[in-house]
């Protein structure tokens, strides 16, 4: 069975940083396009940022500069660096996967999310 | 591209028909339209890829349609189950989603 399982959230002062991290199962990470997508509280669903063929990468203009995506083949894991983190940060992060490109870019195996928030 | 849907909110009874609208502020590919419910405190399923087919072992009471810059995501006949929030998305050069419908129980 696919199974992504994120951690690493937490509570954290505004100007800080967390790494998230997304451990995968059941399939291999490497060269797999992978997304986190984030929602704050009460709120829609925002993508922030993906990775695909080759380790290229995409970030949502919000994030750009202050966050970082990249992958450990070797641990499975996909990760999240945050850093510069703002109020406007604080939201539910999940990591998503596409697990046949018949989904044409369809997230159909997701995690349970986890926790950021940011406050003084 | 920005993703407009509507309504905000429907209160229908099990049963009943769903419509639920999703419109783009440019044309986009329809191979690029897809749909997601979530429940509460869960996160999102995919429902519909493509516009209009079905995800794994998603009912065919759910189905999409559209094209252009309309796409809409229909519930033939509600069931207890299908109460949740539904998120349009379309993944382009910049990913975006609407801000969400969510479907009520009358």
């Known amino acids: 069975e696919v199974q992504l399982v994120e951690s690493g959230g937490g509570l954290v002062q505004p100007g800080g940083s967390l790494r998230l991290s997304c451990a995968g199962s059941?399939?291999?990470?490497?060269?797999?396009?992978m997304s986190w997508v984030r929602q704050a509280p009460g709120k829609g669903l925002e993508w922030v940022s993906h990775?695909?063929?080759?380790?290229?990468?995409y970030y949502e203009d919000s994030v750009k500069g202050r966050f970082t995506i990249s992958r450990d083949n070797s641990k499975n894991t996909l990760y999240l660096q945050l850093s510069s983190l703002r109020a406007e940060d604080t939201a539910v992060y999940y990591c998503?996967?596409?697990?046949?490109?018949?989904?044409?870019?369809?997230?159909?195996?997701w995690g349970q999310g986890t926790t950021v928030t940011v406050s003084s | 591209i920005v993703l407009t849907q509507s309504p905000g909110a429907l209160s229908l009874s099990p049963g009943e028909r769903a419509t639920l609208s999703c419109r783009t502020s440019?044309?986009?590919?329809?191979?690029?339209l897809l749909w997601y419910q979530q429940k509460p405190g869960q996160p999102p399923r995919l429902l519909i890829y493509?516009?209009?087919s079905r995800a794994t072992g998603i009912p065919d009471r759910f189905s999409g349609g559209g094209s252009g810059t309309d796409f809409t995501l229909t519930i033939s006949r509600l069931e207890p189950e299908d109460f949740a929030v539904y998120h349009c998305?379309?993944?382009?050069?910049?990913?975006?989603f609407g801000q969400g419908t969510r479907l009520e129980i009358k």
């Open positions: 998503a996967t596409m697990t046949s490109p018949t989904y044409y870019y369809g997230l159909d195996v």
């Open positions: 059941g399939f291999s990470i490497s060269g797999t396009y």
């Open positions: 990775i695909y063929s080759g380790d290229n990468t």
């Open positions: 440019e044309s986009v590919s329809s191979n690029f």
């Open positions: 493509r516009t209009s």
């Open positions: 998305h379309h993944f382009g050069g910049s990913p975006a």
